[in-house]
């Protein structure tokens, strides 16, 4: 029983690259969700899914794509990086919206 | 949506004494509130929560008081060890349409031996 799977754990990126970030869940919950964590700005809504083919925009949507075509997985698409888009990224799911949330490993990109 | 202020950025006490974090949030219809830990380099865990239904829950050594009126939850730590060091994050219901948490901006905690 893995819970919350991210992939990968580390990633480098150059401008305008795009790349998927994994996460899958063994757990059966229909809530996912991704954050981003930068230095000082505690954890950001990026997009979340209430169950599959559910999704919707976060705080900070711009420049990522999701989408939920089965309950197990919830990747996230960056489009076209940027070095704003350097963070440490975070899937999230929960047995009901939005409350105890149960983070993955996280996903450290760097964008140059 | 909602807005979740937290202080102090930093808290330094003595191995034994009492930590005290503090949240303040401004959507007066937010019902959910928890407390997530996060040791370097890892994963924010949750570590306990309060619903609004309530104005204190405990779980061995911290607890968690709800103010609703005042619109501000804390976290309290008793009797802190070296392995209560790490970063504390709260958080609330986003609202605004938008499912999900909004976090504070978290606290450092550094327990002196």
């Known amino acids: 029983n893995a819970g919350v799977t991210q992939t990968p754990k580390f990633q480098v990126l150059k401008t305008g690259q795009s790349m998927t970030l994994q996460c899958a869940q063994d757990?059966?919950?229909?809530?996912m969700s991704w954050y981003r964590q930068d230095p000082g700005m505690g954890l950001r809504l990026i997009h979340y899914?209430?169950?599959?083919?559910?999704?919707d925009q976060g705080e900070v949507p711009n420049g990522y794509n999701v989408s939920r075509s089965t309950t197990e997985d919830f990747p996230l698409r960056l489009l076209s990086a940027a070095p704003s888009q350097t963070s440490v990224y975070f899937c999230?799911?929960?047995?009901?919206?939005?409350?105890?949330?149960?983070f993955g490993q996280g996903t450290r990109l760097t964008v140059v | 949506g909602e807005n979740v202020e937290q202080h102090p950025s930093t808290l330094s006490v003595q191995e034994g004494d009492s930590a005290v974090i503090k949240c303040t949030y401004s959507?007066?219809?937010?019902?959910?509130f928890p407390w997530y830990k996060q040791e370097l380099g890892k994963r924010p865990q949750l570590i306990i929560d309060?619903?609004?239904?309530?104005g204190e829950k405990k779980d061995q050594r911290i607890a968690v008081t709800l103010n609703k009126t005042a619109k501000h939850f804390s976290l309290h730590i008793t009797e802190t060890q070296p392995e209560d060091s790490a970063v504390y994050f709260c958080?609330?219901?986003?609202?605004?349409?938008?499912?999900?948490?909004?976090f504070g901006k978290g606290t450092h905690l550094i327990i002196q031996p």
């Open positions: 309060i619903r609004s239904n309530v």
């Open positions: 999230a799911n929960s047995p009901w919206t939005p409350h105890e949330a149960f």
């Open positions: 959507d007066s219809a937010s019902n959910y």
């Open positions: 899914s209430v169950g599959a083919g559910i999704t």
């Open positions: 958080a609330a219901p986003s609202g605004g349409g938008a499912d999900g948490l909004t």
């Open positions: 757990m059966n919950h229909e809530y």
